[in-house]
């Protein structure tokens, strides 16, 4: 007789839609960054299983933490034309929100339109991205135009600028490229962890239970749709000899703390694989050949 080592796998796709069977358990209002799953079969890892490890193979996570947060920076003073054509100060307050530049363009167009400003022909101010630099092109469409960042709160960093810019129109139509590249993607990666490891990933200096790290690779208020060609291999011999009937699952920003899913669900596709050890006889060895 010989021992054999027979592969193993338990794959599955965990949601956090209530509908699909989640419990929320968020402390974050409106948000579903965490979540329980009792299941109908547990999972059961034999003992005597060797190289028992957790992979995430897929992860559907949307991109809609929000970049202008209220009181924080939504906002922006514009000095340009009204509808009478009289030189008039705009303090415009942008609604908290997750936005791409043409989302943020077409908020500040609308903002500065219910302020009364000049619309016709052209909007006050406009900004597009500039694709080889990564940056913001502000235009200032009329003469004397100011776009003041100085002051509280300002949209400034988002949109590539410094805190101390104050940029004015020379001449009708002109456009400034911001000295920095955008930021609207505050920030890098999200973070998936569980408690189906005791361990999980190494994060700097220590173990906080994660099980992935997606990168944030579509717009904002877009769908990440995640699946690594290498996934991460985690060890996790702890589960051998038990039987599992609950986990949880979290979703973190890059720093660690809970993302806000504003509402949204995110998804995780995984597989927990491991080799049995099992006695093959001579005469299943016939069988076999």
């Known amino acids: 007789m010989s021992l054999k080592l027979i592969p193993q796998e338990i794959a599955m796709v965990v949601s956090s839609d209530p509908s699909l069977g989640a419990r929320n358990i968020s402390t974050t209002s409106g948000s579903f960054d965490a979540f329980e ?12 299983a060797i190289n028992t490890n957790l992979r ?29 054509d009289v030189s008039t100060v705009f303090d415009i307050t942008i609604p908290q929100g997750s936005y791409s530049v043409s989302e943020l363009n077409q908020r ?3 903002e500065l339109s219910n302020l ?43 949109l590539g600028f410094l805190p101390t810019s104050v940029v004015t129109s020379i001449i009708a139509g002109e456009s400034f490229l911001a000295p920095n590249e955008a930021k ?16 999980g990933l190494r994060f700097n200096n220590k173990y906080q239970q994660i099980i992935n790290q997606t990168n944030i690779t579509a717009r904002p208020n877009s769908l990440i749709v995640s699946e690594p060609f290498n996934p991460s291999v985690i060890p996790s ?13 979290r979703l973190l920003k890059d720093d660690g703390t809970p993302a806000n899913t504003r509402g949204e669900y995110f998804s995780v596709r ?20």
């Open 116 to 158: 009364g400003a000049k619309v016709n022909p052209d909007p006050v101010i406009s900004i597009t991205p500039d694709e080889a630099t990564q940056k913001i092109e502000l235009r200032l469409n009329y003469i004397n135009v100011t776009v003041d960042f100085t002051v509280a709160n300002s949209c400034y960093e988002i």
């Open 237 to 249: 011999t702890e589960m051998n000899g038990q039987v599992r009937s609950t986990f949880t699952v």
């Open 270 to 289: 995984m597989s927990i694989r491991y080799l049995v050890p099992r006695v093959i006889h001579k005469y299943e060895i016939k069988k076999i050949i």
């Open 108 to 110: 500040l167009q609308t």
């Open 37 to 48: 799953i009792q299941l109908d079969q547990p999972i059961e890892i034999p003992a005597e």
């Open 56 to 84: 995430v193979e897929a992860t559907n996570i949307w991109n809609n933490e929000p970049n202008i947060i209220s009181g924080v920076n939504d906002k922006l003073r514009v000095t340009g034309p009204n509808t009478s």
């Open 184 to 199: 609207f993607n505050v920030i890098s990666y999200y973070l998936v962890a569980s408690s189906l490891v005791a361990q």
